[in-house]
């Protein structure tokens, strides 16, 4: 068995794929990070090709065993030379024995090098779904580079909530992960990282819209820290060679506190996407503590309980109308379809503190708004020893953006398959926030016109059977859902025309791929239907009055 080191870094890139031209540039500042002996840095990478086999790389191995023990960190000044990769792969038997020919050819500095790196078995070649392809590198990485720490760097495409693109591979007959196998093949490598009194000190997602509380849920008890973002990620945003050059260093000092290592990571990833922006992009980051995740936890319950209340109170729509307000307010990502929580949570405060309520009741539900919000902003300020460590962005889009977001569309997913059965499955189910989504999503509709007309409209009625066969209030999907989901048609059906990580078609067959909302939140048909209507309940006036807010 291989000797066990400090550690071993290992980078999954989802690239069979469009993505594929440009990790190869990843790959490249990886290799030209250097090298330490007592770090093993393991790569695997897809072409995008149908049936090409996927590539797994021993980072400068081949310089490694040549510096006899020694490291070298970063390039040479002054050398121009552009080194390649094709010696770091792991090519099997056949393989290693020409470079094990190469390397002992006259002898080096009179010795003879032992070249006998482990050889991936067939089954890592072939064509495998996300989940599978994943597992199979990890347990690879444990059993064949054994060290007593451990980093995971995924790269390839995310928005993993409703398991659209995250991961995506093109020729896979499973196209992508979902949330739950996610949580499954990281927690069956902990297991075994366990077994052998190893840590998993970071998962990150070089990936759009990873950086979720449904997320953190499901990772908890995995590795001690991810690093992510809300927004979208782009490919060379994240300096994998700095990375490098920081854990090296590391070791070379002997420093031992990786939560100082991962900050300084964290820095990286912000600072160098500030060259982004030139180019009209905006940026978010995060780090957070997995092993505080519980800390949202009571906040959180605490929060959707007052929201409920808010939103179905019969005889006073002022707290609905607050709700609303802040959503429309908050930051939010990919389409409307993720929402910061600390920004949607301080924006109504602060709409909850721009009126006074006329009864008492409304004041009660006001007040418990105000500090269930009050408690989960607390929850979510960053710092040390918080859940959230760090949090930055660069760029006005992403401005709002506090660390970690959660799903709220305006309204209910047309996708059955993800809502509510896939999202009821997460582990974020323990909390009410899926319950709030309900609510909020049945009493935040509008009327249909049918049933709100002016009483002086004149609207004819539908008793034509096609028209009644059409206006039947069902579900009639035409592959789009909602036009103003507010994007749950590029999250829940697939990615559109703007997605930054690469390629994916528009949605409009014309080419015009215009995602503009048209109503936030509508019933899927036209008429007043008979019986009970769905709705928010008949329109109520507000009885308020409106403090002057103060403008610093």
């Not at 605490?302 to 409920?308: D, F, G, P």
Request: glycine share 8%.
């Amino acid at each position: 068995m291989a000797r066990t080191k400090k550690w071993t870094l290992m980078f999954y890139f989802a690239s069979d794929n469009p993505l594929a031209p440009g990790i190869v540039s990843q790959l490249k500042s990886i290799k030209q990070a250097g090298f330490h002996p007592e770090a093993n840095v393991i790569a695997r990478f897809v072409p995008e090709a149908e049936s090409a086999a996927a590539q797994i790389y021993d980072v400068n191995i081949f310089k490694k065993l040549r510096a006899g023990g020694q490291c070298k960190i970063g390039v040479t000044a002054n050398d121009p030379y552009v080194p390649n990769l094709v010696s770091d792969r792991l090519w099997g038997e056949q393989g290693k024995e020409l470079i094990r020919e190469s390397l002992n050819k006259n002898g080096y500095a009179g010795k003879r090098i032992n070249f006998d790196p482990p050889v991936p078995s067939p089954k890592m070649s072939r064509e495998k779904n996300p989940e599978q392809a994943l597992s199979n590198f990890l347990q690879f990485c444990r059993e064949s580079y054994p060290a007593r720490r451990y980093m995971l760097f995924i790269l390839g495409h995310g928005l993993v909530v409703g398991n659209d693109v995250f991961l995506f591979d093109e020729h896979a007959k499973q196209h992508s992960l979902s949330l739950g196998a996610l949580g499954r093949v990281l927690r069956r490598f902990k297991r075994g990282l366990v077994e052998q009194k190893a840590k998993f000190d970071l998962v990150s997602f070089h990936s759009c819209s990873m950086s979720g509380l449904e997320v953190a849920y499901e990772l908890r008890g995995t590795a001690d820290y991810m690093l992510a973002s809300q927004g979208p990620a782009f490919v060379g945003s994240w300096p994998y060679r700095q990375i490098l050059v920081r854990v090296f260093n590391d070791l070379v000092r002997r420093r031992k506190k990786v939560k100082e290592t991962l900050k300084k990571i964290f820095y990286y990833c912000l600072h160098n996407s500030y060259d982004f922006q030139l180019a009209g992009y905006s940026f978010d980051v995060s780090l957070c503590d997995l092993n505080k995740v519980r800390e949202i936890e009571a906040p959180l319950q605490e929060l959707s309980a007052a929201l409920i209340k808010g939103l179905t109170d019969p005889e006073d729509p002022l707290a609905r109308e607050r709700i609303l307000l802040a959503h429309w307010d908050a930051q939010s990502f990919w389409e409307e379809n993720y929402t910061d929580l600390y920004d949607f949570c301080f924006c109504l405060k602060r709409r909850c503190e721009s009126v006074e309520p006329a009864s008492e009741k409304t004041r009660a539900t006001f007040e418990a708004m105000r500090e269930a919000c009050g408690e989960v902003i607390g929850a979510l300020e960053s710092g040390d020893d918080k859940l959230i460590i760090r949090s930055g962005f660069t760029g006005p889009a992403y401005q709002y953006s506090h660390g970690l977001s959660v799903f709220f569309p305006w309204c209910e997913p047309v996708n059955r398959r993800f809502w509510p059965r896939e999202y009821a499955d997460y582990k974020f189910n323990e909390t009410s926030w899926p319950k709030f989504l309900n609510q909020y999503f049945e009493n935040t509709m509008r009327f249909s016109r049918g049933s709100e007309r002016h009483p002086g409209e004149r609207l004819e009625p539908r008793t034509g059977l096609d028209e009644i066969l059409l206006d039947a209030p069902i579900r009639v999907s035409n592959g789009d859902g909602q036009l103003g989901a507010g994007g749950a048609n590029e999250m829940l059906g697939k990615a559109g025309g703007n997605d930054p990580m690469g390629k994916a078609g528009g949605n409009d067959p014309a080419g015009d791929d215009c995602g503009c909302p048209s109503i936030k939140n509508y019933p899927p048909f036209t008429s007043a239907p008979g019986g009970r209507e769905r709705g928010p309940g008949k329109p109520t006036p507000a009885r308020v009055s409106y403090r002057k807010e103060k403008r610093s």
